[in-house]
């Protein structure tokens, strides 16, 4: 029988891909349909939640995970918002472009002082 840690740490993995394909299934809705509606955001982000729904939400403590959770949360709260489309569109993809950044800036490392790498092979 598994330990508890690793169940937990199961769990927490299920929890963490579920809100990430809601993301992306949601982001990409936005990004390729041509023409959006309010009612099929709404349809969208129900059939999306479902799938979200049967995963057991986690307390997450990482700040990518954080920002990931409330921007899921936000995209959830616009079904019963006045906004239109076009700003509810506006603002997920920005969020969202926002958070990859954070990802990237991590990711990739500018070296500071690039020559001086080579000049002990001069």
């Not at 840690?5 to 927490?12: P, Q, S």
């Not at 982000?45 to 920002?67: C, F, N, R, T």
């Not at 002082?113 to 002990?120: M, Q, W």
């Amino acid at each position: 029988m598994a330990s508890q840690k690793a169940i937990d740490n199961a769990m927490r993995l299920r929890y963490v891909r579920a809100i990430e394909r809601f993301h992306k299934s949601i982001t990409s809705y936005l990004t390729s349909t041509a023409d959006l509606t309010k009612e099929g955001y709404v349809k969208k982000i129900e059939s999306a939640l479902k799938l979200l729904l049967k995963v057991e939400e986690i307390v997450l403590y990482k700040g990518d995970l954080q920002e990931l959770q409330k921007l899921v949360q936000k995209m959830i709260a616009y079904r019963e918002s006045e906004k239109e489309i076009g700003e509810i569109k506006e603002d997920i993809l920005y969020l969202s472009n926002q958070l990859e950044k954070t990802k990237n800036a991590r990711r990739y490392k500018k070296e500071k002082h690039s020559r001086s790498i080579y000049e002990e092979w001069e």
